[in-house]
């Protein structure tokens, strides 16, 4: 992919006190220096170079622009402010908080440009900018997504007319193939015998996580989350409902099965208070006992610092679903996996979950 354009520097031009760019060795005189106006006409000239066109010149007093509209910087300082209450989940924020802000981070080149001014030949340097910095096709258009759904945001909000965002709307993401943006790596299942040996080396309480991820299908997020009081004990098969999980905005339950071998594992840590989360790092912590648990993060850096220490290759949490997952699908049909996985759509009647329910139970009695 070709490299944009370099931008040329906002200076003074010290006879007149004026701002000025030079542009093919040419002076464009942007009004009084460091005046919100003259920078936000310097933003326009530097998106767009970026975008490969040729420079708009500042309009004179008369146009149509206004004399102060409000800039793309102080649009995604007012979204974030928004997002950050929006986006919260039992009182903390959401894991799409940290989302925004990469994808917001994009925008710094245009963040004195007037948010009205943003155009799709805009969006379109900043996609190819991402992918010009190494960011996989899917991560592009995520945070695509994003910055569109911040203009969409801002017309609601009436700080720019609505056709600005409509316009972005329309610009499609990158597609596989037709782009110089790199694939992701697939995740793979991870290697039993990689798994075996990094057991070795990982405390009681992270080895009996890994264990049940294999058995259930739990995504790293739920096995960390699992406390008493969210099972239901009372069949021969046990029921997870965890207190959150991934797809709980879509209106759907979630429901993890435990066989009697899962049962197992698990019974140790049950002899706690209700409340108490059953896997907690052996270290010292200042938080209160029913707050102490490992999180994602120190779970995956468990098991990385275990597999150097056995000698393997690094995996990750996420890698003992899709090995689970691949091991039901071949077993029992697509159908058992995806009931096990809870990957149930969100317009599901409650019919059908009964019977996904009761597939599900019927499917961990079979695995050993």
Same mark, same amino acid.
């Given at each position: ?8 520097? %906002? ?120 992918? +010009? ?9 995520? %945070? ?149 648990? %490992?999180?994602?993060? +120190? %779970? ?69």
């Amino acid at each position: 992919m070709a490299r944009s354009p370099s931008v040329p520097a %906002y200076s003074l031009h010290k006879p007149s006190g004026r701002a000025v760019v030079k542009v093919k060795q040419r002076s464009i005189y942007l009004g009084e220096y460091g005046s919100p106006e003259s920078r936000q006409a310097y933003a326009r000239i530097a998106a767009d170079l970026m975008a490969g066109c040729e420079p708009t010149p500042p309009q004179q007093p008369g146009g149509t622009l206004p004399v102060r509209a409000v800039t793309i910087g102080e649009v995604v300082n007012a979204y974030a402010r928004y997002a950050s209450g929006y986006y919260r989940k039992s009182g903390k924020a959401t894991s799409e908080i940290a989302i925004i802000d990469a994808a917001l981070r994009h925008l710094g080149p245009y963040r004195d440009l007037p948010a009205a001014a943003f155009r799709v030949t805009d969006m379109r340097a900043t996609q190819e900018r991402m992918a +010009s910095a190494g960011l996989a096709r899917p991560t592009v258009n995520k %945070y695509q997504n994003r910055i569109v759904r911040v203009f969409k945001w801002a017309a609601v909000e009436e700080l720019i007319p609505a056709a600005v965002a409509q316009a972005l709307v329309l610009l499609p993401g990158l597609r596989r193939g037709r782009t110089t943006a790199s694939e992701p790596a697939p995740i793979l299942p991870v290697d039993q015998a990689v798994v075996d040996a990094t057991l070795l080396e990982l405390l009681p309480a992270v080895a009996t996580m890994v264990r049940l991820q294999l058995k259930t299908g739990m995504r790293p997020g739920e096995v960390v989350l699992l406390r008493p009081c969210d099972l239901d004990r009372t069949g021969e098969v046990w029921l997870y409902r965890p207190s959150t999980h991934k797809c709980e905005h879509h209106g759907t339950g979630r429901i993890v099965f435990l066989n009697a071998a899962s049962q197992t594992l698990l019974t140790p840590y049950l002899f706690r208070t209700p409340t108490e989360y059953c896997f907690r790092p052996e270290r010292w912590s200042p938080k209160p006992v029913a707050q102490r648990r %490992y999180d994602t993060a +120190s %779970y995956g850096r468990s098991i990385r610092r275990a597999a150097e220490r056995a000698g393997v290759p690094p995996w990750f949490p996420n890698q003992l679903r899709h090995a689970f997952a691949t091991q039901v699908r071949a077993a029992f049909g697509l159908e058992a996996a995806q009931v096990l996985l809870g990957h149930s759509r969100a317009d599901v009647t409650q019919l059908y979950a009964e019977t996904n329910a009761a597939l599900g139970a019927a499917t961990v009695r079979a695995i050993e």
